[in-house]
């Protein structure tokens, strides 16, 4: 009886340990992005429209990914101190990210590039 109690213990903690184990491997990142003031040029600004309206900019703290309005085109993005990605022909763009500090612009689309979300890594 001993034998049997010890091994159904055994079996126990092993489980246990084995749901704690995957739990923390597999539990997303809780991510905590926020729409801040413009202002600082450590946040990312992003300026964007929607067709029939003028530019509107947006500032974005913190990482995580950002819904943009339905039918976005974004001009410009200052990535401040961050590394940024948008979200548009069914991809994140670009693969990598645009680096720290940097300021994009699509001068050869003069009405920005669409995108639906913004994603600050």
């Given at each position: 009886?001993?034998?049997?109690?010890?091994r159904?213990?055994s079996?126990?903690a092993?489980t246990?340990?084995?749901?704690a184990?995957?739990?923390?491997?597999s539990?997303?990142?809780?991510?905590?992005i926020?729409?801040?003031?413009c202002?600082?040029s450590d946040?990312?600004?992003v300026?964007?429209?929607?067709?029939?309206?003028?530019?509107?900019?947006?500032c974005?703290?913190?990482a995580?990914v950002f819904p943009?309005p339905?039918?976005?085109?974004?001009?410009?993005?200052?990535?401040?101190?961050n590394?940024?990605?948008?979200f548009?022909?069914?991809?994140?763009q670009?693969?990598?990210?645009i680096?720290?500090?940097t300021?994009?612009?699509?001068p050869?689309?003069?009405g920005g590039?669409?995108?639906?979300?913004i994603?600050i890594l």
């Amino acid at each position: 009886m001993k034998h049997i109690v010890k091994r159904a213990a055994s079996a126990t903690a092993t489980t246990l340990a084995l749901t704690a184990a995957l739990s923390a491997v597999s539990a997303p990142s809780a991510f905590a992005i926020n729409e801040v003031d413009c202002g600082r040029s450590d946040f990312v600004q992003v300026t964007s429209h929607q067709p029939g309206h003028g530019d509107t900019d947006l500032c974005l703290a913190n990482a995580g990914v950002f819904p943009l309005p339905g039918n976005s085109w974004i001009t410009r993005i200052s990535t401040g101190n961050n590394r940024v990605q948008w979200f548009g022909d069914a991809a994140w763009q670009p693969a990598d990210g645009i680096n720290k500090w940097t300021v994009m612009t699509w001068p050869n689309h003069p009405g920005g590039v669409s995108a639906s979300w913004i994603r600050i890594l």
